[in-house]
């Protein structure tokens, strides 16, 4: 079973693309790209699919309406595989139905590594896929790591001495804390090279 969420829930930490460019995938509508992705996931065995976009859903619910024009084309797919949460997404391309497209080619191409024995591969590359954490949490964990902080220096030098101090190899501290504090630095100063 496939749900759709109407309005897009864009990925926190995945940075959008600036400048998105046509495709050369050819002519398909929303709701064939879409019926391609869901058909793809499914060989992939994943479950508990959810396809997040601004295209809005047919009224039986099982795709989209064609010839939709919407301001944001990015779409992002949450689903369950091998029992841990996953996520991919694309904005890459000007058209939603282009980015519905390119993440079918993407399932496509690894389910082709596990038919062609990079099945352990496949473990790997996926923990780059992992469903984040709610903006919620980010922003209770940013609190606890940069609430002192007013300005850029006082960021950086917050951030090299957590570095000693969360670093898993220095104090055997855990990885998972390290990366929620890199991964706050880096929207902090992205927010500042705005």
């Known amino acids: 079973m496939v749900k759709f969420e109407y309005p897009l829930q864009w990925l926190p930490q995945q940075p959008r693309?600036?400048?998105r460019t046509f495709a050369r995938f050819g002519n398909h509508s929303p709701s064939k790209a879409g019926d391609h992705l869901i058909d793809e996931l499914k060989r992939l065995g994943a479950k508990n699919c959810l396809i997040s976009?601004?295209?809005q859903q047919r009224l039986r619910g099982d795709g989209f309406y064609a010839n939709q024009n919407v301001d944001d084309p990015g779409v992002v797919v949450y689903f369950d595989l091998k029992g841990t949460g996953k996520a991919?997404?694309?904005d890459k391309w000007c058209k939603v139905e282009h980015n519905l497209w390119a993440l079918y080619l993407s399932v496509s191409a690894i389910r082709g590594?596990?038919?062609?024995?990079g099945s352990q591969f496949l473990d790997g590359l996926f923990t780059g896929f992992k469903a984040l954490p709610s903006p919620d949490d980010i922003i209770i964990s940013r609190i606890q790591y940069f609430a002192d902080c007013n300005t850029l220096d006082e960021i950086r030098n917050t951030y090299r001495s957590l570095c000693k101090e969360l670093h898993p190899d220095v104090n055997k501290s855990s990885e998972e804390d390290f990366k929620i504090m890199k991964g706050q630095y880096e929207q902090l100063i992205r927010e500042y090279d705005k």
């Open 17 to 19: 693309t600036k400048y």
């Open 113 to 117: 590594l596990e038919r062609w024995g």
């Open 53 to 55: 976009s601004n295209l």
């Open 88 to 90: 991919m997404a694309c």
